[in-house]
């Protein structure tokens, strides 16, 4: 809850003056454009609970959470298989691939799951550590120092989370994609009977490893078990590439799979299957195409799924197991479409499915402004002004189903952002969006802030916040655009730390 001095609304009151082109004011440094693409998303608990604080590192760069489970992280290099990892206190790291794409917004949902057996095991005698179906059995004198290879003679905390696809909560913990490299090094679909996820660590929380030439034995005891292959590859999860990697086998014992391995990551029981296709598009209420949308499939008579996104034309090509059913949906900058169930084609073959909707937005996204920031100020604030005077802020959030049309999606107030502030229908005139230093110290210079813009034609622009301020403005001018009433047909990016932002 923020506290509305009367000074600070004092403070607010006398900004209200004309928008800076038309006047003075410039105090600071000039934004420069960064390059690459925008990763926006979500990170929610295996129980759907946003997680306020989680860590997010992609291709070195780092953010966190807002107290709703977003973030969003500008400049991220381009690739095709962009590793995004969470990592929240009291849950195991939650991993997920994505395309980035240089001036594209990536949408990328990941669930982190509670860890959910410790135990302590004496190195002189190991011990066996078991949840659910899955079991762990360390031999005797099997740890060694992941940092220098010492033998480790102290009790080694072992933590262990195992699924087995009882519920849809093991699905959405599944680390990256289905998609493995097998023995020949070739890309392979996979299907899961089952994962465990293993961290090893001493009292003092210094990282273990398995000793060179120990063997740890690996068993699955399930309804999947039961009725799988006599033998099944097994799989690691390489953490830098995103990528599953086949890695010897379990056997047949019983109704259990049992196999033996040398090191921890995550490890994974898994078919590998040749593939068939769905095709289609992804389109707004107004059956617009929506270039870069995320799409997904879920197995729903197997354990498998895969994504992909759009290309600029909406339309989409993902890799299914052929001959089950499976249920498809997309998710663009959070909205999602519903979900289409349907049968998978043969090896190889195609099916064209009807369009996925994006129904949420109610209209096309015409613009969006998204700003994130560093761990300190904790807060600053998006403004929008619209030509008919709106102005869309914390204290006036707006709407996208009623005029103005224009929403501001939440008030972050403790650090990291983002802030989303989305234009669906568009007025005729002039909108005006600046960010505001809410707490004031530190300087806005100091932190860190990004704005991202994008609008209907799939332009996009990633400013960074100047780092210097000699007058110490609490305002950063970031943009603004002219509308004829149905189309964005000119936008000017400022870039500059000023005393006073408003139309």
């Given at each position: 809850?923020r506290?509305?001095?009367?000074l600070?609304?004092?403070?607010?009151?006398?900004?209200?003056g004309?928008?800076?082109a038309?006047?003075?004011?410039?105090?600071?440094g000039t934004?420069?454009?960064l390059?690459?693409?925008?990763v926006?998303?979500?990170?929610?608990?295996?129980?759907?609970?946003?997680?306020?604080?989680?860590?997010?590192s992609?291709?070195?760069?780092?953010t966190?959470?807002?107290?709703?489970g977003?973030f969003?992280?500008a400049?991220?290099?381009?690739g095709?298989r962009?590793?995004?990892?969470?990592?929240?206190?009291?849950?195991?790291?939650?991993?997920?691939?994505i395309?980035?794409?240089d001036?594209?917004?990536a949408?990328?949902e990941?669930?982190?799951?509670?860890?959910?057996?410790?135990?302590?095991?004496?190195?002189?005698?190991?011990?066996?550590?078991?949840?659910?179906?899955?079991?762990?059995?360390f031999?005797?004198d099997?740890f060694v120092?992941?940092?220098s290879?010492?033998a480790?003679?102290?009790p080694?905390t072992?933590?262990?989370?195992?699924?087995?696809y009882?519920?849809s909560t093991?699905?959405?913990?599944?680390?990256?994609?289905?998609?493995?490299?097998?023995?020949?090094g070739?890309?392979?679909a996979l299907?899961?009977?089952?994962?465990?996820?293993?961290?090893?660590?001493?009292a003092s929380g210094?990282?273990?490893?398995?000793?060179?030439?120990?063997?740890?034995?690996?068993?699955?005891?399930?309804?999947?078990?039961a009725?799988?292959?006599?033998t099944?590859?097994?799989?690691?999860?390489?953490e830098?590439?995103?990528v599953?990697?086949?890695?010897?086998?379990a056997?047949?014992?019983?109704t259990?799979?049992?196999?033996?391995?040398?090191?921890?990551?995550?490890?994974?029981?898994?078919?590998?299957y040749?593939?068939?296709?769905?095709?289609g598009?992804?389109?707004?209420?107004?059956?617009?195409?929506l270039?870069?949308?995320?799409?997904?499939h879920?197995?729903v008579?197997?354990n498998?799924g895969?994504?992909?996104?759009?290309?600029?034309?909406?339309?989409y090509?993902?890799?299914?197991?052929?001959?089950h059913?499976?249920?498809?949906?997309?998710?663009?900058r959070?909205?999602?479409s519903q979900?289409?169930?349907?049968?998978?084609p043969g090896?190889?073959q195609?099916?064209?499915?009807?369009?996925?909707?994006?129904?949420?937005?109610?209209?096309?996204?015409?613009a969006?402004?998204?700003?994130?920031?560093?761990?300190?100020?904790?807060?600053l604030?998006?403004h929008?002004?619209?030509?008919?005077?709106a102005?869309?802020?914390?204290?006036?959030k707006?709407?996208?189903?009623?005029?103005?049309?224009?929403q501001?999606?939440?008030?972050?107030?403790?650090?990291?952002?983002?802030?989303i502030?989305t234009?669906?229908?568009l007025e005729?005139?002039?909108y005006?969006?600046?960010?505001?230093?809410?707490?004031?110290?530190?300087?806005i210079?100091?932190s860190?802030?990004?704005?991202?813009?994008?609008?209907s034609r799939?332009?996009?622009?990633s400013?960074?916040?100047?780092?210097?301020n000699?007058g110490?403005?609490?305002?950063?001018?970031?943009a603004?655009f002219?509308?004829d009433?149905?189309?964005i047909?000119?936008?000017?990016?400022?870039?500059?730390?000023v005393?006073?932002c408003?139309?």
């Amino acid at each position: 809850m923020r506290n509305y001095s009367i000074l600070r609304l004092m403070a607010l009151a006398l900004v209200a003056g004309t928008w800076l082109a038309c006047g003075g004011g410039d105090t600071g440094g000039t934004s420069e454009p960064l390059t690459g693409g925008v990763v926006m998303g979500t990170v929610f608990s295996t129980a759907d609970s946003p997680i306020d604080g989680a860590q997010l590192s992609i291709v070195g760069r780092e953010t966190a959470t807002n107290g709703q489970g977003w973030f969003t992280l500008a400049g991220v290099p381009a690739g095709e298989r962009v590793v995004v990892r969470a990592t929240a206190e009291g849950y195991r790291d939650a991993f997920e691939t994505i395309e980035v794409r240089d001036g594209v917004v990536a949408w990328v949902e990941l669930h982190v799951a509670p860890v959910q057996v410790t135990a302590t095991i004496d190195p002189a005698t190991g011990g066996t550590v078991s949840s659910g179906t899955q079991t762990v059995t360390f031999p005797s004198d099997a740890f060694v120092s992941a940092g220098s290879g010492a033998a480790i003679t102290e009790p080694v905390t072992v933590s262990l989370s195992a699924f087995d696809y009882s519920s849809s909560t093991d699905f959405d913990a599944f680390p990256g994609d289905f998609v493995g490299r097998d023995l020949s090094g070739t890309e392979r679909a996979l299907e899961s009977l089952g994962f465990v996820d293993v961290t090893l660590r001493t009292a003092s929380g210094a990282e273990v490893a398995i000793a060179p030439g120990v063997e740890v034995a690996l068993r699955l005891d399930s309804a999947l078990s039961a009725t799988a292959p006599d033998t099944v590859p097994l799989w690691y999860f390489d953490e830098e590439n995103g990528v599953w990697i086949e890695e010897g086998q379990a056997t047949r014992q019983g109704t259990a799979l049992v196999g033996s391995v040398s090191h921890f990551t995550t490890w994974n029981f898994d078919l590998a299957y040749a593939v068939a296709y769905l095709s289609g598009r992804v389109v707004d209420a107004n059956n617009q195409p929506l270039a870069y949308a995320a799409v997904s499939h879920r197995g729903v008579t197997y354990n498998g799924g895969s994504g992909t996104t759009t290309d600029a034309n909406g339309t989409y090509r993902i890799p299914v197991n052929p001959d089950h059913t499976v249920d498809v949906w997309a998710v663009y900058r959070g909205f999602r479409s519903q979900t289409i169930r349907t049968q998978t084609p043969g090896v190889g073959q195609t099916t064209l499915l009807d369009d996925l909707v994006i129904g949420g937005i109610g209209a096309a996204v015409n613009a969006t402004f998204t700003l994130s920031w560093g761990s300190a100020p904790d807060d600053l604030d998006a403004h929008l002004w619209t030509p008919s005077g709106a102005h869309i802020y914390y204290g006036n959030k707006g709407s996208l189903g009623a005029a103005p049309y224009v929403q501001l999606n939440t008030d972050d107030t403790s650090s990291f952002g983002p802030e989303i502030t989305t234009v669906t229908q568009l007025e005729r005139g002039t909108y005006v969006y600046c960010v505001h230093n809410y707490t004031g110290s530190p300087g806005i210079e100091q932190s860190g802030a990004t704005v991202t813009y994008s609008d209907s034609r799939g332009t996009l622009q990633s400013l960074g916040v100047p780092t210097s301020n000699g007058g110490a403005a609490e305002w950063w001018r970031i943009a603004a655009f002219d509308s004829d009433g149905v189309r964005i047909t000119d936008v000017r990016f400022d870039g500059r730390l000023v005393a006073s932002c408003t139309p």
